[in-house]
């Protein structure tokens, strides 16, 4: 996750190239021949698994880049427009699998206009001829036809996983192929994406023997599916383990499908968790059914929960360690005597419904917790909020082992983030999301600076940090003293003046990922940056302060970085303004496939 | 208790009709329900003009930097609200407000443009062939004549034909008994279905016309197709006197 991403800027491709130089005319390959040394190289150097050990290697000298390029196995790609396919297939020979992501996020809110791109057709198309072998593929953010899932069916025999997160593009037509012709598919998850329902039983394309199947997840799937083609693919998928399942499956669906094969799942999305038939007097023994789940130990779903079942899933809870209850509108009485049986919970995902009372809830049982995210129930800026300050304060005391923390509130006191910098220090990722614009702290009437800036003062191992509220300089010059490992930092509606945005530049020598919107950001401040832009994935300014001729100055000044301004121009009286920038390194210069409404510097 | 509340109000209202937009007049502060009505309707405003047009310019006429601290209890009238803020997902929201109808659902996948056109200017047809178990999409404006189409459609279900229909291409509807022998084969022939609802058979009017007027293609056995043809031939020697 925090590794270092596969491309290499210009400027440490520079830097290996000496270093080659100087090797060649030392190295003991004058002694034995190269091949014998590149033998000898890819039995050492096959077992290296991190991507940072392996981008290492390849810059010791020529041989090693190219013996590395050679027995890579697994890419990751975080910017699909870092470089073109065709560079990634010169350079790695043998690849198996790909993560490859596309859009920023900022995407997923509506900043960016549709069509936009990260398009997945020039990967699969290349990778169907350079790499028959190919066995998975994730993608997060890309663009996916159905044409594209019909390629990569018909182009890879081999093929075991594919892993789509918030992809669009794509139907219920492209997942049937997938289904019918991966006849060694082991994992198909579809993960928060927009898949459109073209009225296919994709359920019933899967070949009708055993399959291989372990992890089945459709929970994002809008469209009904033929429960009884599900049932006799889950009967013959004895590897079957991660099922997660949409909301047009009822609870006595999953009832049925738990008496097949309850024993062997270790994860499980419960579908709609509501009762399909009303008509039957008898419910069956859900509770018996959750009972013989023995080795669940993640749970979500509960997509249009009827709250009075829930207790059915009390079975389970003691062996929990990922329970996601963010689809489900749950109270705190609901809440409370499930919760008190989970003591093993590491991940929680939950909607602010809960309230404080049953955060506190949390915090009294969850010891072991590392992953909390509070969603909204009502997502609006001026609604009173179920979750505050007193939440979270108990969260930190109550959870000291917390790592990573999303948190929407309404109201939030520097008191509490202050008290969480001491009582969390393992915290490595903080996204606390004060949904009233420009709040400060509700109690004392001041900016938010100091609580963020305890958090980065002593939260020592931050590497991923969003902020919100009342925010003035003063909080970006404390994360530009202390945000010494933030690698990714989002900010919106906060700070000053350029300053603010110069610290964080000048001071986060980690710094990878930077997206800021609706910020009095300008000029000054994206020159102050020039320096780091090379040694980033990417930067994202929105609705801030820049103009044309600033971009236009810095796509000048650095060639190898592409430059993009989004928005419309037929209507802006002042043309000079720039309504989004978008800015990322890449190898291979300015893509081909932007729409009308991107213009490249 | 708050939740339950909640969903009270919900069902009062008429989810996600546009003009249901409640006066903000009310007593608005702990009336969740009544307010929601409204934002959504300008959330799907928004949403739907930041497709065309990038992102809005509502962020710079509401994010008047207003550093004096607010201290009233009484919030000041729903602010408009501000593309992609909170930031929450789509996918989320649209989870949240949208249970059990499928109102929202399409506004959410509305760029996928199901069954034609729409906003996004391409002309999305369904392909369907009998016994083939999947259905695919075609964008019509991609082809410039019937025998590109044919072309695309013999690839995409090439592994489903008997290997026939590859070879024929359209049918030539000059040739009345050219079109009968193929109709009594058990070759494969594309029917669609155009404005009116009728099933005709695909090649009998000129590219353009087809184009505009084409709803749904289906690919069937040429056997079943028969009882199309006589109404294809009418309906053309129509258009062409």
Known sequence: MSEDDEDQSPATDLRSRNKSRNCISSSSSQTFPDHVLENVLENVLQFLDSRCDRNAASLVCKLWWKVEGLTRSEVFIGNCYALSPARLTQRFKRVRSLLLKGKPRFADFNLMPADWGANFAPWVSTMAKAYPWLEKVDLKRMFVTDDDLALLAESFPGFKELILVCCEGFGTSGIAVVANKCRKLKVLDLIESDVTDDEVDWVSCFPEDVTCLESLAFDCVEAPINFKALEGLVGRSPLLRKLRLNRFVSLEEVHRLLLLGAPQLTSLGTGSFSRGDQSQQEPPDYVAAFRACKSVVCLSGFRELMPEYLPAILPVCANLTSLNFSYANISPDMFKPIIHNCHKLQIFWALDSICDEGLQAVAATCKELRELRIFPFDPREDTEGPVSELGLQAISEGCRKLESLLYFCQHMTNAALIAMSHNCPELTVFRLCIMGRLRPDHVTGKAMDEGFGAIVKNCKKLTRLAVSGLLTDQAFRYMGEYGKLIRTLSVAFAGDSDMALRHVLEGCPRLQKLEIRDSPFGDVALRSGMHRYYNMRFVWMSACRLTMGCCKDVARAMPNLVVEVIGSDDDDVNRDYVETLYMYRSLDGPRKDAPQFVTIL | ?241
């Open chain 2, 1 to 241: 208790m708050i939740g339950q509340l909640m969903n009270l109000k919900e069902t009062e209202l008429c989810l996600g009709l546009p003009g249901g937009a409640e006066t903000l007049d009310t007593p608005a502060k702990f009336a969740v329900g009544n307010k929601r009505g409204f934002s959504e309707t300008v959330d799907l405003m928004l949403n739907l003009q930041s497709n065309k047009e990038g992102a809005i310019d509502l962020n710079n006429s509401t994010g008047s930097k207003q550093k004096t601290l607010l201290k009233d209890p009484v919030k000041p009238p729903a602010k408009t609200q501000v593309v992609g803020w909170p930031p929450v997902r789509n996918y989320r929201k649209n989870i949240m407000t949208n249970h059990k109808t499928s109102g929202a659902e399409e506004a959410s996948s509305e760029k996928a443009g199901n069954g034609g056109g729409g906003a996004t200017g391409a002309a999305l047809v369904k392909v369907s062939m009998d016994g083939a178990p999947y259905l695919r999409k075609v964008d019509l404006k991609m082809y410039k004549s019937y025998q590109d189409l044919s072309d695309a459609l013999a690839k995409m279900f090439s592994s489903f034909t008997m290997g026939n229909y590859g070879a024929q291409g359209m049918i030539d509807f000059m040739n009345e008994t050219k079109l009968m022998d193929l109709l009594n084969s058990s070759e494969y022939v594309p029917s669609y279905e155009d404005k009116d609802g009728d099933w005709m058979l695909v090649g009998d009017v000129p590219w353009e016309m087809f184009v505009e007027s084409c709803k749904r293609l289906r690919i069937m056995k040429g056997s079943e197709a028969i009882g199309l043809a006589p109404r294809a031939m009418e309906k053309y020697s129509k258009n062409r006197s």
